[in-house]
């Protein structure tokens, strides 16, 4: 076997992409209309790839799209409001926190003014300030729904962390709201702004691996609250809506899915039981195995006790698509196999000029707010979907049966 790199693609072949393509639909009305009044018209056409056309500054002077950051924990502070600093149309103009102190101490060395300072009580005040247009949620999971109920309802565009949130109840209340207020949702589901996870897709969807057959998925890490107490609430059942496969195991689900194109329509899923209290009212490691209607089947796990798994392998009759790490903030790599050879894709090599995913995903709303299109990748409906497929292996898991998931199989057509 020899490794090599290579940007040389494969043949292509017609397959939907799941990444690509934005569909038109609702009006973005009022504070996205401001903005979009001062944004710098687009290219038409926004493909699976379209930030390199899209890196022009705004003209000095010109107003970015604000968001508000509700949540400051560590994804927020670590990865989302440094990645301001490479967005090319969006910035932070407003910070929602429950400790003031620390809200001011951000605002400060983000050059947020006391004004634009909220707590959870008082937000609902935003609505009346016009630096901000959309609401990024970054809170526990089972907090998503009513604070993007809050958001709509202010007026505001919501991105909001994955998972959706612990109910498919409530992901239907949230798509509701937004419908209603005229306004945006999208899910924080960062891969989809990947250039190595775009890379993969494209191969894939260019038949690369020929006919796709077996997704294999793991995704886990150490997560304890006796070492670390920031993650109490992830063992909180309410606060989290369940363990490892509502925090990790979701990438394997939603990525399987853009993997092999398809939904599937048979779940299967086993918790492996662990005594230890803290997995008292959570899981720790679930296996699962999906069943799709072309005959492929995909398989997966997450865990709280197995240390920083990320990975796929797409298996084909043509080659193996292996991904890892796959989901990994900055360093993911993809390898194609064949018998004789393998080729190898690694960050930089589609970071330059392209932008890092978190930085693209805060300007792709901002985009879609100008252009007057709702968010096709990571749409609310994507997040619904997942969680209609963790709900149903839950219930596999707990009753040992297989779940039938066909009836949601062809849920894009309904769109
Ligand atoms: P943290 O615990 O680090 O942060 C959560 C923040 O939410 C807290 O710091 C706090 O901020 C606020 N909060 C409000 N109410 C509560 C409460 N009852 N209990 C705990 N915190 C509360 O979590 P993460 O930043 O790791 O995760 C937040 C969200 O982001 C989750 O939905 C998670 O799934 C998602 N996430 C997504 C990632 C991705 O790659 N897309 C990566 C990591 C997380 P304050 O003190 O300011 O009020």
């Not at 260019?206 to 890490?221: E, H, K, L, W, Y």
């Not at 853009?258 to 296996?287: C, G, M, S, W």
Request: charged share 20%; aromatic share 8%.
């Amino acid at each position: 076997m020899t490794a090599h790199s290579s940007s040389g693609t494969p043949p292509t072949a017609t397959r939907r992409t799941v990444l690509g393509a934005l569909g038109a639909g609702l009006v973005a009305g009022g504070v996205g209309k401001a903005f979009a009044a001062e944004f710098p018209a687009p290219p038409s056409g926004l493909g699976a790839r379209p930030y390199p056309d899209l890196l022009r500054p705004l003209a000095k002077g010109r107003r970015k799209f604000g968001y508000a950051i509700v949540g400051l924990g560590k994804y927020a502070i670590n990865q989302i409001l440094p990645a301001f600093a490479e967005c090319q149309y969006a910035k932070v103009t407003a910070l929602v926190s429950g400790d003031p102190a620390k809200a001011q101490r951000i605002a400060d060395q983000y050059d947020i003014g006391k004004d634009h300072i909220y707590t959870y009580e008082n937000f609902d005040k935003i609505a009346q300030d016009p630096e901000v247009d959309a609401v990024y949620i970054i809170l526990p999971n089972g907090l998503h729904c009513e604070m993007t109920v809050r958001a709509f309802k202010a007026g505001k565009h919501v991105l909001c962390e994955k998972p959706m949130a612990v109910s498919v109840g409530e992901c239907q209340q949230m798509i509701e709201a937004g419908k209603r207020a005229h306004r945006y949702l999208m899910i924080g589901y960062r891969c989809h702004f990947d250039p190595l996870t775009q890379k993969a897709v494209k191969l894939l969807n260019d038949g690369a691996v020929g006919d796709r057959q077996i997704v294999t998925t793991d995704n886990s890490d150490i997560n304890d609250p006796r070492h670390d107490i920031a993650q109490t609430w992830r063992f909180t059942r309410a606060l989290s809506g369940g363990g490892s496969l509502m925090d990790l195991g979701i990438y394997g689900v939603n990525g399987t899915r853009y993997l092999l194109d398809e939904d599937p329509v048979q779940v299967r899923a086993v918790i492996v039981p662990n005594k230890d209290p803290i997995f008292a009212h959570i899981e720790d490691t679930i296996v699962w195995t999906f069943l799709y209607k072309s005959g492929a089947v995909a398989h997966g796990s997450s865990s709280f006790t197995v240390n920083a798994a990320s990975a796929f392998r797409v298996q084909g009759n043509k080659a193996n698509l292996v991904m890892d790490p796959a989901t990994s903030y900055w360093a993911n790599r993809v390898n194609l196999c064949t018998s004789g050879d393998v080729h190898s894709w690694s960050t930089p090599m589609f970071t330059i000029p392209a932008l890092n995913q978190f930085s693209a995903q805060l300007d792709y709303l901002a985009v879609c707010v100008a252009k007057g299109q709702p968010p096709v990748r990571a749409s609310g409906e994507e997040g619904l979907q997942d969680v209609r497929l963790i709900m149903a292996m839950y219930e596999s898991a707990h009753t040992g049966q297989p779940v039938d998931t066909a009836q949601w199989a062809d849920w894009r057509k309904t769109l």
